[in-house]
C-alpha cells in the first residue's frame, strides 16, 4: 500500500470492498483500531475537501503504477525495455510484454487491475460521502460546489472504468461500496461502455468550465487538476473513437460531434499552444495552456511521470546528472527507449509499423528531431537524446570536456537508432555481431525520448510541469480521424496541419497537401505516433487501426489470434474474487 495512504482514515464498509477487489489483506476479522463513526466523519467544509480530493491522487499515481505505462508501450511497436547486458532481463518480464506472451503470472496483470479498482473504489467512497449531505450550508457549502464535487468524482470513477475497459474488456462496474464485502461479477462490455457513457453525460451538466474556476483576486492559482466540462467530453469522445473495438458498433459520428463541440467552445475556450514543448513544460498549468485535464507536479511533492515508472527512466544513467545538470534525484536508469528503425548496419527495417525516429525523420525540418538541450533559463530544444552526450568534467580543480559513459564499461556511449552489442564501436563502423532483438542489447542501443523537461538543479522550475492527461490536440487529431474516415481527406489534412505546423518552420513543405491526398492509414498512424510518442495511448491507438496483432515491427511477429488485445485477469486477481471469469485465450 502506497506511502500516501498511511494518513487517510478510510471508513470501514468502504475498507473491506477496497481489500476485497484488490486481495490487499486476507484476514478481514482483526479489531480495528483506526476508524471514524460514519456519522461523524464530514464535520467541517476542509473534510469534505479531503474527502472529495482523496482519490485523486491514487489517479496521479496510477498513470504508471504497477506497470500500467510499462505494458502499455512496451507491448506497442514504438518502446522497448531490453535486455542492456543483463540490465532489465528481470526473467523475461520485458520480453513477454514485446511478444505479447504475457501470462497471468505476471505482474502487471494484476496490477494494473489494482490500481484502476482501488481508484474506482476511492471515487466511489468519497461520492458516497457527497450524496450522504443532506445540508451542505452546515459544512459551509454551496449546493452548486457540492453538485460540482460529484460530478467530478463521478467523472474520476468513469475515467478510470474507460481505462480497465480498454485494458480488460471484461470488468466490474462499481457504483456503490459501502457495506459491500465482496467483489461482484463482470458486466459485458457493452454494458460497461453504456454504464461509462451515462456517468459522462451526466456529468457535464454539474461540472464546471476552466474559466468559471478561475478565481479573479488569484487568477494564477491552477486549475488544471480539476475535471471540468470539456475533460469530460473529450473522455466521451475517446469512447466514442473507441467504441468499435470495445463493443463492436462504430461511434466515430459521435466522437466527431463531441470533438467539434470541445473546439468550438461550447464546454469552455481552449486554444493550442504555439510551441510543441508548450503542453510538457513548467507553464501547463497556466490558464491559456492547451491542457484540458492534468495533475499538478513539484519537485519536493508529487510528481509521478518523473518516477522510475515512467520518463525519468527513460534516459541513460548519467543523462539526468552529467548531461542535464539534474542531480536531485541521482542517476537515471535505461528502462526505456525508442523500438530501432535499423539494424546493426545502419539499414532501416522494410516493415511499415515501429521506426518512430524514422517516422520523426520523414519530416526532417521538425523542430523535434533537434537534440535534448537546456538553453537556460527554463527553456529547451529537442526531444531525444542520441549521439554523443557531452558534459564538463572537473577532478581536482581542472576541467576538460567528457560524454556520458554507461556502466558496462569505460567508453563513451554514441546512442543511436539501433540495437545490438556496439560497445565501444564508434559510429561508422560496422560490428560483426548481426544479433537485433530484446535480449541482445548494449547500453548504446535505442535513442530516448525526453518529451518532459529535465531541467537543471540550479532551475527553479525543475520537475513543475504538470503531467498532460488531455489536450486539446488530441481532439483536433480524433476529428481529423473521424473525418478521414468519412472519406474527408482534405478535412483531415487541415485538422491535423492545425497542430503540427508548431512542429515545422514557417511555410515548411512538411505539412499535408490541403486535399489531404497523402493521407492513407498508415500515415494517419504514423502521425499519431509522431504526436504522442510516449503518452499512454500506443497500444490502443494500433488495435483500433486493426494492426495490434497482425503487425509486425523490429522482431516482433504477428500474434495468432487476437486475444492479446485484451490482458489476462492476473492470479491474484481471480484467487481474490471466485466470481470473476478469465479473458478468452488466457
Same mark, same amino acid.
Given at each position: 500500500?502506497?506511502?500516501?495512504?498511511?494518513?487517510?482514515?478510510?471508513?470501514?464498509?468502504?475498507?473491506?470492498?477496497?481489500?476485497?477487489?484488490?486481495?490487499?489483506?486476507?484476514?478481514?476479522?482483526?479489531?480495528?483500531?483506526?476508524?471514524?463513526?460514519?456519522?461523524?466523519?464530514?464535520?467541517?467544509?476542509?473534510?469534505?475537501?479531503?474527502?472529495?480530493?482523496?482519490?485523486?491522487?491514487?489517479?496521479?499515481?496510477?498513470?504508471?503504477?504497477?506497470?500500467?505505462?510499462?505494458?502499455?508501450?512496451?507491448?506497442?511497436?514504438?518502446?522497448?525495455?531490453?535486455?542492456?547486458?543483463?540490465?532489465?532481463?528481470?526473467?523475461?518480464?520485458?520480453?513477454?510484454?514485446?511478444?505479447?506472451?504475457?501470462?497471468?503470472?505476471?505482474?502487471?496483470?494484476?496490477?494494473?487491475?489494482?490500481?484502476?479498482?482501488?481508484?474506482?473504489?476511492?471515487?466511489?467512497?468519497?461520492?458516497?460521502?457527497?450524496?450522504?449531505?443532506?445540508?451542505?450550508?452546515?459544512?459551509?457549502?454551496?449546493?452548486?460546489?457540492?453538485?460540482?464535487?460529484?460530478? !467530478? @468524482? +463521478?467523472?474520476?470513477? &468513469?475515467?478510470?472504468?474507460? %481505462? =480497465?475497459?480498454?485494458?480488460?474488456?471484461?470488468?466490474?462496474? *462499481?457504483?456503490?461500496?459501502?457495506?459491500?464485502?465482496?467483489?461482484?461479477?463482470?458486466?459485458?462490455?457493452?454494458?460497461?461502455?453504456?454504464?461509462?457513457?451515462? !456517468? @459522462? +453525460?451526466?456529468?457535464? &451538466?454539474?461540472?464546471?468550465? %476552466? =474559466?468559471?474556476?478561475?478565481?479573479?483576486?488569484?487568477?494564477? *492559482?491552477?486549475?488544471?487538476?480539476?475535471?471540468?466540462?470539456?475533460?469530460?467530453?473529450?473522455?466521451?469522445?475517446?469512447?466514442?473513437?473507441?467504441?468499435?473495438?470495445?463493443?463492436?458498433?462504430?461511434?466515430?459520428?459521435?466522437?466527431?460531434?463531441?470533438?467539434?463541440?470541445?473546439?468550438?467552445?461550447?464546454?469552455?475556450?481552449?486554444?493550442?499552444?504555439?510551441?510543441?514543448?508548450?503542453?510538457?513544460?513548467?507553464?501547463?498549468?497556466?490558464?491559456?495552456?492547451?491542457?484540458?485535464?492534468?495533475?499538478?507536479?513539484?519537485?519536493?511533492?508529487?510528481?509521478?511521470?518523473?518516477?522510475?515508472?515512467?520518463?525519468?527512466?527513460?534516459?541513460?544513467?548519467?543523462?539526468?546528472?552529467?548531461?542535464?545538470?539534474?542531480?536531485?534525484?541521482?542517476?537515471?536508469?535505461?528502462?526505456?527507449?525508442?523500438?530501432?528503425?535499423?539494424?546493426?548496419?545502419?539499414?532501416?527495417?522494410?516493415?511499415?509499423?515501429?521506426?518512430?525516429?524514422?517516422?520523426?525523420?520523414?519530416?526532417?525540418?521538425?523542430?523535434?528531431?533537434?537534440?535534448?538541450?537546456?538553453?537556460?533559463?527554463?527553456?529547451?530544444?529537442?526531444?531525444?537524446?542520441?549521439?554523443?552526450?557531452?558534459?564538463?568534467?572537473?577532478?581536482?580543480?581542472?576541467?576538460?570536456?567528457?560524454?556520458?559513459?554507461?556502466?558496462?564499461?569505460?567508453?563513451?556511449?554514441?546512442?543511436?537508432?539501433?540495437?545490438?552489442?556496439?560497445?565501444?564501436?564508434?559510429?561508422?563502423?560496422?560490428?560483426?555481431?548481426?544479433?537485433?532483438?530484446?535480449?541482445?542489447?548494449?547500453?548504446?542501443?535505442?535513442?530516448?525520448?525526453?518529451?518532459?523537461?529535465?531541467?537543471?538543479?540550479?532551475?527553479?522550475?525543475?520537475?513543475?510541469?504538470?503531467?498532460?492527461?488531455?489536450?486539446?490536440?488530441?481532439?483536433?487529431?480524433?476529428?481529423?480521424?473521424?473525418?478521414?474516415?468519412?472519406?474527408?481527406?482534405?478535412?483531415?489534412?487541415?485538422?491535423?496541419?492545425?497542430?503540427?505546423?508548431?512542429?515545422?518552420?514557417?511555410?515548411?513543405?512538411?505539412?499535408?497537401?490541403?486535399?489531404?491526398?497523402?493521407?492513407?492509414?498508415?500515415?494517419?498512424?504514423?502521425?499519431?505516433?509522431?504526436?504522442?510518442?510516449?503518452?499512454?495511448?500506443?497500444?490502443?491507438?494500433?488495435?483500433?487501426?486493426?494492426?495490434?496483432?497482425?503487425?509486425?515491427?523490429?522482431?516482433?511477429?504477428?500474434?495468432?489470434?487476437?486475444?492479446?488485445?485484451?490482458?489476462?485477469?492476473?492470479?491474484?486477481?481471480?484467487?481474490?474474487?471466485?466470481?470473476?471469469?478469465?479473458?478468452?485465450?488466457?
Amino acid at each position: 500500500m502506497k506511502k500516501y495512504l498511511r494518513s487517510i482514515k478510510v471508513k470501514a464498509g468502504a475498507l473491506i470492498a477496497f481489500m476485497a477487489l484488490t486481495n490487499s489483506c486476507t484476514k478481514l476479522d482483526e479489531q480495528v483500531y483506526d476508524k471514524v463513526a460514519e456519522s461523524n466523519f464530514l464535520q467541517r467544509r476542509d473534510d469534505v475537501i479531503r474527502d472529495f480530493l482523496r482519490p485523486f491522487e491514487h489517479a496521479y499515481w496510477s498513470i504508471q503504477g504497477n506497470d500500467v505505462f510499462a505494458v502499455n508501450e512496451d507491448s506497442s511497436d514504438e518502446f522497448g525495455t531490453y535486455n542492456r547486458q543483463g540490465d532489465w532481463q528481470d526473467g523475461g518480464y520485458y520480453a513477454r510484454m514485446h511478444y505479447h506472451t504475457w501470462t497471468i503470472n505476471d505482474g502487471f496483470t494484476s496490477g494494473a487491475w489494482t490500481a484502476f479498482y482501488q481508484g474506482i473504489v476511492l471515487a466511489t467512497n468519497s461520492l458516497q460521502d457527497m450524496e450522504s449531505i443532506q445540508d451542505p450550508a452546515k459544512l459551509n457549502l454551496t449546493p452548486a460546489e457540492l453538485a460540482d464535487f460529484k460530478a !467530478e @468524482l +463521478r467523472t474520476l470513477r &468513469a475515467w478510470f472504468h474507460l %481505462r =480497465a475497459l480498454d485494458f480488460y474488456r471484461n470488468i466490474e462496474v *462499481i457504483k456503490e461500496v459501502k457495506n459491500i464485502t465482496q467483489g461482484s461479477k463482470q458486466v459485458s462490455p457493452q454494458e460497461a461502455f453504456n454504464f461509462i457513457e451515462t !456517468e @459522462l +453525460r451526466e456529468s457535464i &451538466a454539474d461540472l464546471p468550465t %476552466r =474559466a468559471t474556476l478561475i478565481k479573479p483576486e488569484n487568477p494564477e *492559482i491552477s486549475t488544471i487538476g480539476r475535471w471540468t466540462k470539456a475533460g469530460a467530453a473529450a473522455l466521451l469522445a475517446r469512447l466514442y473513437l473507441n467504441s468499435k473495438v470495445y463493443t463492436g458498433v462504430d461511434k466515430f459520428a459521435d466522437c466527431a460531434v463531441i470533438c467539434q463541440e470541445i473546439i468550438d467552445g461550447k464546454y469552455g475556450n481552449y486554444q493550442l499552444d504555439t510551441r510543441w514543448d508548450a503542453p510538457f513544460d513548467y507553464t501547463n498549468t497556466q490558464p491559456n495552456s492547451e491542457v484540458i485535464y492534468g495533475f499538478p507536479s513539484s519537485l519536493t511533492r508529487t510528481h509521478w511521470q518523473y518516477d522510475g515508472g515512467m520518463y525519468f527512466w527513460g534516459m541513460t544513467y548519467d543523462a539526468a546528472p552529467l548531461y542535464c545538470g539534474f542531480t536531485d534525484f541521482g542517476q537515471s536508469n535505461p528502462r526505456y527507449a525508442l523500438q530501432p528503425g535499423r539494424d546493426v548496419d545502419s539499414v532501416e527495417y522494410s516493415h511499415k509499423l515501429g521506426k518512430p525516429f524514422v517516422k520523426f525523420q520523414k519530416y526532417p525540418d521538425d523542430v523535434r528531431l533537434k537534440l535534448y538541450k537546456n538553453l537556460g533559463n527554463s527553456k529547451r530544444e529537442g526531444m531525444f537524446l542520441y549521439g554523443y552526450l557531452p558534459f564538463v568534467r572537473t577532478v581536482n580543480g581542472v576541467s576538460r570536456p567528457d560524454t556520458v559513459r554507461g556502466n558496462k564499461g569505460n567508453y563513451p556511449l554514441f546512442i543511436r537508432d539501433q540495437v545490438g552489442m556496439f560497445l565501444g564501436t564508434k559510429p561508422g563502423n560496422k560490428i560483426a555481431d548481426k544479433v537485433s532483438n530484446m535480449d541482445h542489447a548494449d547500453h548504446n542501443s535505442g535513442i530516448f525520448m525526453v518529451k518532459y523537461p529535465v531541467y537543471p538543479s540550479t532551475d527553479a522550475n525543475r520537475i513543475t510541469s504538470a503531467y498532460a492527461e488531455i489536450r486539446l490536440s488530441e481532439v483536433y487529431y480524433m476529428l481529423a480521424e473521424c473525418r478521414y474516415r468519412a472519406g474527408d481527406r482534405a478535412g483531415a489534412a487541415t485538422l491535423l496541419n492545425t497542430v503540427r505546423k508548431r512542429n515545422y518552420p514557417e511555410g515548411s513543405l512538411s505539412l499535408y497537401r490541403p486535399d489531404g491526398s497523402q493521407l492513407d492509414d498508415q500515415e494517419m498512424l504514423d502521425e499519431w505516433g509522431r504526436e504522442f510518442l510516449g503518452e499512454n495511448r500506443r497500444r490502443t491507438d494500433l488495435i483500433r487501426w486493426g494492426v495490434f496483432n497482425t503487425g509486425t515491427w523490429w522482431d516482433k511477429k504477428p500474434d495468432g489470434d487476437k486475444h492479446t488485445e485484451i490482458f489476462p485477469i492476473g492470479r491474484s486477481i481471480m484467487n481474490a474474487n471466485p466470481q470473476l471469469v478469465q479473458n478468452p485465450g488466457y
